[in-house]
């Protein structure tokens, strides 16, 4: 599969029912940073705050997350995030990646350990870390990514 190359900004999203988590990352340097969680329910509120975030960072490509079982078999989720990722491309008419991301729940939570945020202090912001795990992954394998 070729790689995609995108040049400039991109925002990574962690789609779930109650929140997404929102990242942001540049393509020069690479590396993916938290920036919000967007914690409303309605849809039509959600991609408000979305048009927002993109009216401001101007991106080049958006990659959300795709969630799968450990074994790499779809569940309840996926289907979710496909028709999320399918949305913002339809809406928002910019490239749109799924990129797999087992695990970035857990390897965002070892983040925010290793910055003192333990516990329940964690709620409101694993989302937007899980998000620039999901990024993170995409700069280090742009291969991985799938068109939405």
């Known amino acids: 599969m070729a790689a ?3 040049s400039g900004t991109l925002l990574a999203f962690d789609f779930g029912t109650k929140r997404i988590g929102v990242a942001v990352g540049n ?3 690479a590396t993916a ?3 919000t969680t967007i ?3 309605k849809n039509d509120l959600r991609f408000a705050a979305i048009a927002e975030l993109l009216k401001e960072w101007q991106p080049a490509a958006l990659v959300v997350g795709l969630p799968c079982n450990d074994d790499g ?3 309840e989720m996926t289907a979710l995030s496909r028709r999320f990722a399918n949305r913002l491309k339809g809406r928002f008419n910019l490239p749109t990646l799924l ?3 087992r695990y970035t729940s857990a390897a965002a939570s070892s983040a925010l350990d290793k910055e003192g945020i333990h516990g329940r202090k964690q709620k ?3 989302d ?3 998000a620039q795990q999901i990024l993170q992954a995409y700069f280090d394998e742009p291969s991985a990514g799938t068109n939405a």
Do not use: C, K, M
Request: charged share 20%; aromatic share 8%.
């Open 33 to 35: 940073r938290p920036l």
């Open 124 to 126: 409101n912001l694993i």
């Open 99 to 101: 990129i797999d991301e």
């Open 39 to 41: 914690g409303a329910e």
């Open 73 to 75: 078999t779809p569940h």
């Open 27 to 29: 393509t020069v340097s």
């Open 4 to 6: 995609h190359r995108f």
């Open 128 to 130: 937007q870390y899980a």
